[in-house]
């Protein structure tokens, strides 16, 4: 049962690179959320997708892109990364109700 | 303009004793609350969860209380133990039907000393 697998877990860029964050899950949940983590600044929403098809941005979506590729997969790119987009990104799936949110295990992404 | 707010960043209690992490929003449409606990390298994991229709919600050692006049939530862990240390998230919905989407806190790091 492996719920919400994200790749890659490490990845160093450099400024101006590009790159595809994928995420996976397998709950049939039709609900996929892109979340990046930084000191004091808690979870903060990217991207998200509420159903297959469509996608949404959230608090902080600039220099992102994403893809609902179908039910299962939901994709973070990078077009040109920042080093202010170093940063542990979570993948997370959502149930219909109560609205709780199953995480992977993050993907810590630096950018020199 | 932060949603959600957890004021303290850490919080140090020992073994046995209750820890009570508190959080505060100003949203008055967020309908639902839930709790999640983040330990180092993993991804955050659901703990606990109250609608606003109730007061109180109790899952084992995992108390959550909801404050809906004060727009504050707590919750209680009793007694403490040192698996608990970890990184505690709350997090606020609103709309209790179809699609929700979460807004988180910066989080409360408990230490459990033994």
């Known amino acids: 049962n492996a719920g919400v697998t994200q790749t890659p877990k490490f990845q160093v860029l450099k400024t101006g690179q590009s790159m595809t964050l994928q995420c996976a899950q397998d709950?049939?949940?039709?609900?996929m959320y892109w979340y990046r983590q930084d000191p004091g600044m808690g979870l903060r929403l990217i991207y998200y997708?509420?159903?297959?098809?469509?996608?949404d941005k959230g608090e902080v979506p600039n220099g992102y892109n994403v893809s609902r590729l179908n039910k299962r997969e939901f994709s973070l790119r990078l077009e040109s990364a920042a080093p202010s987009q170093t940063s542990v990104y979570f993948c997370?799936?959502?149930?219909?109700?109560?609205?709780?949110?199953?995480f992977g295990e993050g993907s810590r992404l630096t950018v020199l | 303009d932060q949603q959600v707010k957890q004021n303290s960043p850490s919080l140090s209690v020992q073994e046995g004793r209750i820890s009570i992490l508190n959080c505060d929003y100003t949203?008055?449409?967020?309908?639902?609350f839930l709790w999640y606990k983040k330990y180092p390298a993993e991804g955050p994991t659901f703990l606990i969860s109250?609608?606003?229709?109730?007061d109180k919600n109790e899952d084992g050692r995992f108390t959550v209380f909801l404050n809906k006049s004060a727009k504050h939530l707590s919750l209680h862990i009793v007694p403490s133990q040192p698996g608990d240390s970890a990184v505690y998230f709350c997090?606020?919905?609103?709309?209790?039907?179809?699609?929700?989407?979460?807004?988180f806190g910066t989080g409360t790091r408990l230490l459990v000393s033994p």
């Open positions: 997370a799936s959502q149930r219909q109700k109560p609205g709780e949110l199953f």
């Open positions: 709950m049939n949940h039709n609900s």
């Open positions: 997708s509420a159903s297959e098809g469509t996608t």
């Open positions: 949203n008055s449409m967020f309908d639902y």
């Open positions: 109250i609608s606003s229709i109730k």
């Open positions: 997090a606020a919905s609103a709309g209790n039907t179809g699609f929700q989407k979460l807004v």
